[in-house]
């Protein structure tokens, strides 16, 4: 116990120093998700649009998963060194799988009689995706990019062992920080994550139509389907 209140101690008698490394934490995980999202979304909704990729999706979801972030980043020390690029490409390995497989889930579960109509009424195909699809697809979007921004946040941590900062540096670095200096750095981590998750299910709630806001909530992770159901999912479009 009174660790854990020293630790609470830690924050405000190293305010200048939480905050300095809050912000480096907050730059590499944001660049991860931004990253991430610039090649997930795209790829996931342009698959979802065309009804064909789920041996990608379902794939590249697997092979993301199974990867070890220490393992990547060994790996790309050989390839561009210590730092902050290569951390994040770690993360963005990361990321990738629960916004891709979600936007593809997304996007490929319309409601075929929305779509039907919208084609029926002589919207384009673009028109049907813009107006159409993403509008319906936006809620369970970002559930995997709720997912993914809380998994980055609280592996950014490893930064610290390619030579970067970030909170992760006041964790690994007990000899000049000692044990209430780790518990401090491993409680902001979590409260970050905590923040992310608050935020996004907030903003997943805001682009969810009035509608279907009476529906479950898709918690982090829920939305993204095991192999076998998202298999049967792409089975079932028959459009």
């Known amino acids: 116990m009174s660790t854990f209140v020293d630790a609470l101690q830690f924050i405000p008698d190293n305010s200048d120093l939480i905050w300095r490394k809050t912000v480096e934490h907050l730059e590499l995980s944001g660049a991860a998700i931004a990253v991430s999202l610039l090649i997930a979304i795209p790829i996931g909704v342009w698959l979802g649009h065309i009804h064909r990729g789920s ?14 972030s220490l393992a990547i980043i060994a790996i790309g020390i050989g390839l561009l060194g210590l730092g902050f690029v290569n951390t994040m490409l770690a993360l963005v390995v990361l990321a990738v799988p629960p916004m891709l497989t979600n936007a593809y889930v997304a996007v490929d579960g319309v409601d075929p ?28 979007i970002f559930a ?25 540096e006041i964790i690994v670095n007990q000899a000049s920080y000692r044990i209430e200096g780790v518990v401090a750095g491993a409680m902001c981590v979590a409260a970050l994550a905590l ?12 682009v969810t139509p009035r509608g279907l806001r009476n529906t479950p909530p898709l918690g982090p992770g829920a939305a993204v389907l095991p192999p076998g159901e998202l298999s049967a999912t792409q089975g079932a479009h028959t459009r």
Do not use: C, H, K
């Open 113 to 140: 009689n929305a779509v039907d109509a919208a084609r029926g009424m002589g919207m384009r195909p673009r028109e049907v995706l813009l107006r159409v699809e993403l509008p319906l697809a936006l809620p369970l």
């Open 55 to 68: 041996f990608v999706a379902i794939n590249v979801a697997n092979i993301g998963r199974s990867l070890p």
């Open 195 to 206: 923040v992310a998750e608050v935020t996004f299910a907030a903003l997943q709630r805001a």
């Open 144 to 168: 995997g990019i709720r997912t993914a921004a809380v998994y980055v946040i609280a592996t950014a941590t490893l930064w610290a062992v390619t030579g970067g900062g970030g909170l992760g």
